[in-house]
């Protein structure tokens, strides 16, 4: 593309959706959507798109893998009505959620550092412990851990003659992370999902795969964004509100 589109150029359907490896009507469902901004038609009803619509076409393409296809369309949506900070709240939202994304990620990292993890499952009852003791031990109250049972950050067993709830070593393992991560702000549901690929994992080194994989993620995210910005940018440049076709 250059750098400054013509608005004279005139486009197909199918000019505009194999520049992209789009289907034809892909194009269609995007402009009538209000991702591209809206084609002139000729005489005869057929559509003609310009430069800008493949710049426009462009800027979405870019935006989705950083942002997903509901916010690039919203934002794309947003710019074509001349809606610019609407826009950029979008993208702002997007930018603060990988950041809490990101954020996760270090804080699990860190409270896996201090926790050793077992190779195995132990296969008897190791060295456990009480909910009072262990209660205390985190600064919290018995209630804490009991809610924490139901929502499935620790699964003690039931002494079977008393009833009470029996701390084994992985369970113990399980609410100081857990503790760990509620000091960090982090959400119950979201504890819930680390613990279970703690338990899952098998032992330190597969989780540390799954950390580099997650680490990868979030990196390529943030590339994406981005590579959006910039096709973004380039398409604001060429001020779509007003040069529509």
């Known amino acids: 593309m250059a750098d400054k589109l013509q608005?004279?150029?005139?486009?197909?359907?199918?000019?505009?959706?194999?520049?992209?490896?789009?289907?034809t009507q892909a194009v269609r469902n995007y402009e009538e959507s209000g991702i591209l901004p809206p084609?002139?038609?000729?005489?005869?009803g057929y559509r003609t798109y310009t430069a800008l619509h493949a710049r426009a076409l462009d800027a979405f393409l870019a935006l989705l893998p950083g942002h997903g296809h509901r916010t690039a369309a919203a934002v794309m949506?947003?710019?074509?009505?001349g809606a610019r900070v609407e826009a950029?709240?979008?993208?702002?939202?997007?930018?603060?959620?990988?950041?809490?994304?990101?954020?996760?990620?270090?804080?699990v990292e860190a409270a896996l550092r201090?926790?050793?993890?077992?190779?195995?499952?132990?296969?008897?009852?190791?060295?456990?412990?009480?909910?009072?003791?262990?209660?205390?031990?985190?600064?919290?109250?018995?209630?804490?851990?009991?809610?924490?049972?139901?929502?499935?950050?620790?699964?003690?067993?039931?002494?079977?003659?008393?009833g009470y709830r029996v701390y084994a070593e992985a369970d113990l393992r399980d609410a100081r992370l857990a503790h760990q991560l509620r000091r960090g702000g982090h959400s119950l549901k979201g504890i819930a999902t680390v613990l279970e690929q703690v338990r899952t994992a098998g032992g330190p080194e597969p989780l540390e795969a799954t950390l580099r994989d997650w680490?990868?993620?979030?990196?390529?995210?943030?590339?994406?964004?981005?590579?959006g910005a910039a096709e973004l940018a380039a398409y604001l440049r060429e001020e779509p509100g007003k040069a529509t076709a």
């Not at 949506?77 to 009505?81: G, K, Q, T």
């Not at 950029?88 to 954020?103: G, V």
């Not at 985190?138 to 002494?159: F, N, S």
């Open 7 to 23: 608005s004279t150029v005139r486009l197909r359907p199918v000019d505009l959706a194999r520049g992209h490896g789009l289907s």
């Open 39 to 44: 084609a002139r038609r000729t005489e005869h």
């Open 77 to 81: 949506r947003a710019v074509n009505e």
């Open 88 to 107: 950029f709240r979008l993208i702002d939202e997007s930018h603060a959620q990988l950041r809490d994304d990101r954020l996760t990620l270090e804080a």
């Open 114 to 162: 201090d926790l050793p993890l077992p190779a195995e499952p132990p296969a008897a009852t190791p060295r456990g412990g009480f909910i009072g003791p262990l209660a205390r031990e985190l600064g919290i109250r018995p209630a804490t851990l009991r809610k924490w049972e139901r929502a499935g950050l620790v699964r003690p067993r039931r002494d079977p003659v008393t």
């Open 215 to 227: 680490h990868d993620r979030v990196c390529a995210r943030g590339l994406a964004m981005l590579t």
